[in-house]
């Protein structure tokens, strides 16, 4: 391995860690049109199947917390190897359950490996380029990681349809695999032994306290956590609204779900523009204000039609690109010395709310669409009283308005 240029992002690396990323959205993405499938073949209701998701939640939530400061304090590498190990063994692992259970189980175990990932390849960004530098960076990631969303449906339908529902973990496994060789070959360390916390193990975590009694930061934290928790209200609920309720074949449901993702990769570059122009405090009120009125029209007309459904998502769904990069963009100006905690707590968060809303969706499922709508719209209104919290919006810098 070479040391990495702090000066200039090189095409390899972005692919590298956008790949990383890309561990949460495809392992639960390639997974939804299998959801009613795995009902089947366990003999489980729809509830107990979209449980699977609220355990991958809760893993890959409580992993990222533990990743985030010991990752300041001894480094990305050897956690991020470690992560990746354990989420190849759960896969295979899945791949052989026979009951719900070990499922859940094993979806948990998969999470906690999996969610090395996510926070590493954010820390080490930051870790290799100077603020000025690391926000465009990690906007050209996040518009590389929106591929995984919009291809994992589709290709989690054909393999569906080709090989069966087992056959989806044997790729994630292999896609898991060929990530940690390419870390074990062309990364190297991001933080070297100087620049990390010098505290102990125990005393980082405190990062956590410090973070969550900023009145700032807590808002962007809420914010950023809950928009997305409507995201994953939809990832839970679509497959058994579009599938079982309207009658939508697994492989046109994956065009659906495209739709959306289609919509957050156009908000997003349109957000770039727009942040360095308005702001990114005004911007992100105007953008949660959007969303929660489509999260209120999707609730109202949930029961109509599969465009009534389809439509308010587009922006429901399609500005969690563009909220939560600029939450995050924010917290990094200001916790610049706490990047590794910030990202975890930021991202985690993100896969916290998720866990809730996944599981008020499954809780409250009736065979209908209304359990799906009322949870997203119930996120998008939290999101945009949740930036209630922060002091009145100032115009900011270029730097702090840059998405990530």
């Known amino acids: 391995m070479t040391a ?27 997974y939804l049109p299998a959801l009613p499938r795995i009902a089947a073949s366990l003999g489980v209701s729809a509830a107990l199947a979209q449980l699977t998701i609220g355990g991958f939640l809760a893993g890959f939530c409580l992993g990222m917390l533990v990743y985030g400061p010991l990752s300041d304090r001894f480094g990305r590498r050897p956690l991020l190897l470690g992560g990746m190990a354990l989420y190849i063994a759960c896969n295979l692992g899945c791949a ?24 590493m390849a954010r820390a080490m960004v930051r870790d290799l380029y100077p603020l ?17 969303p919009l291809l994992a449906p589709l290709i989690g339908g054909w393999l569906l349809a080709a090989a069966g529902w087992r056959a989806l973990f044997l790729a994630l496994a292999l896609f898991g695999a060929a990530n940690l060789a390419l870390v074990w070959r062309l990364l190297p360390e991001s933080l070297p032994a100087e620049r990390r916390d010098k505290t102990g193990a125990l005393v980082a975590f405190g990062a956590y306290g410090l973070l969550l009694s900023d009145r700032r930061s807590l808002a962007y934290l809420l914010a950023n956590g809950l928009i997305f928790g409507g995201m994953f209200a ?8 579009y599938i079982d309720y309207f009658g939508v074949s697994p492989q046109r449901y994956g065009w659906l779900f495209g739709l959306n993702i289609a919509s957050v990769m156009l908000l997003t570059l349109l957000n770039r523009r727009l942040c360095q122009e308005v702001g990114a405090d005004r911007l992100l009120r105007w953008q949660t204000g959007t969303a929660a009125l489509a999260g209120l029209a999707l609730w109202g007309f949930s029961g109509g039609s599969l465009p009534a459904v389809v439509l308010p998502l587009l922006l429901t769904v399609g500005l ?25 707590l930021a991202v985690s968060g993100q896969f916290g709310f998720g866990m809730a ?19 997203v719209a119930v996120c998008c209104v939290g999101s945009r009283l949740a930036l209630s919290l922060s002091p009145s919006p100032r115009k900011a810098s270029p730097h ?4 990530l």
């Not at 939809?234 to 609204?241: A, E, L, N, Q, R």
């Not at 702090?400 to 998405?403: C, E």
Request: aromatic share 4%; charged share 10%; glycine share 10%.
């Open 96 to 119: 052989l359950a026979d009951s719900a259970s070990q499922l859940i189980l094993l979806r948990f175990l998969q999470a906690l490996g999996g969610g090395a990932g996510s926070v």
């Open 132 to 148: 000025d530098c690391a926000a465009p960076v990690l906007s050209l990631l996040h518009l590389v990681t929106m591929l995984a």
């Open 320 to 344: 969690t690109g563009s909220i939560g990069p600029n939450c995050m963009a924010r917290l990094l100006q200001l916790h610049e010395t706490r990047v590794g905690a910030a990202m975890a």
């Open 357 to 375: 809303a996944s599981a008020l969706v499954a809780l409250r499922q009736d065979g209908t669409p209304r359990a799906m709508c009322l949870a």
């Open 400 to 403: 702090a308005s840059a998405t």
């Open 4 to 30: 990495l240029s702090r000066s200039a992002p090189a095409p390899w690396l972005i692919g590298l860690l956008g790949s990383l990323v890309a561990f949460g959205p495809l392992s639960i993405d390639m």
């Open 234 to 241: 939809f990832i839970t609920g679509s497959p058994f609204v």
